[in-house]
């Protein structure tokens, strides 16, 4: 094989191996318990990924394989690191971090969502980050109190 192959692949595969790291919010790292506890799972399992790739005798295979846990690794280790864990809120008189919020919309939609960290969000299952346009506008909210979101009035209906 000639050694243009050689270096070529070797090029190519240095770069299928250098990822970036993953974005990191300049946000306080806000978490709830279960937050925290979904980062150190997600941790454990980006170092057995790695560690199951650097099983694999084939080099350039292994340095693919490795690359996207070696990655996700610094990324949930950072994470865990910087983790500020929020105890759930004692009060329901105003919306908090960790608070379940329910809103009506001018249209009539009523939505139910929880306020959690920047990690943990995930809107279809019915959690936001603290740092969402939305939940920004109903920290501090009371249950009655009216703010607007792109161009509609969002009523607080409940908290919990």
């Known amino acids: 094989m000639s050694v243009a192959f050689t270096k070529e692949d070797?090029?190519?595969?240095?770069?299928?191996?250098?990822?970036?790291?993953?974005p990191v919010s300049p946000h306080p790292n806000l978490v709830t318990e279960a937050g925290l506890k979904a980062l150190e799972s997600e941790l454990q399992q980006a170092r057995e990924a790695y560690e199951a790739a650097q099983k694999i005798e084939e080099v350039n295979e292994r340095r693919r394989q490795?690359?996207?846990?070696?990655?996700?690794?610094?990324?949930?280790?950072a994470r865990v690191r910087t983790a500020e864990v929020i105890a759930k809120p004692?009060?329901?008189?105003?919306?908090?971090?960790?608070?379940?919020?329910?809103?009506r919309r001018d249209d009539g939609r009523v939505q139910k969502y929880r306020i959690v960290g920047e990690d943990e969000a995930d809107p279809k299952a019915g959690s936001i980050s603290f740092v969402s346009p939305v939940a920004r506008l109903l920290m501090g909210k009371a249950v009655g109190d009216v703010v607007e979101a792109a161009g509609q009035e969002i009523e607080i209906v409940a908290i919990a």
Do not use: K, M, Q
């Not at 070797?10 to 993953?22: F, G, H, K, Q, Y």
């Not at 971090?97 to 329910?102: C, I, K, L, P």
């Open 90 to 103: 004692t009060s329901t008189d105003t919306v908090a971090f960790g608070s379940t919020v329910t809103f």
């Open 10 to 22: 070797s090029a190519e595969t240095a770069s299928e191996t250098l990822l970036p790291d993953r």
């Open 66 to 77: 490795a690359a996207i846990p070696l990655r996700d690794a610094r990324y949930f280790a």
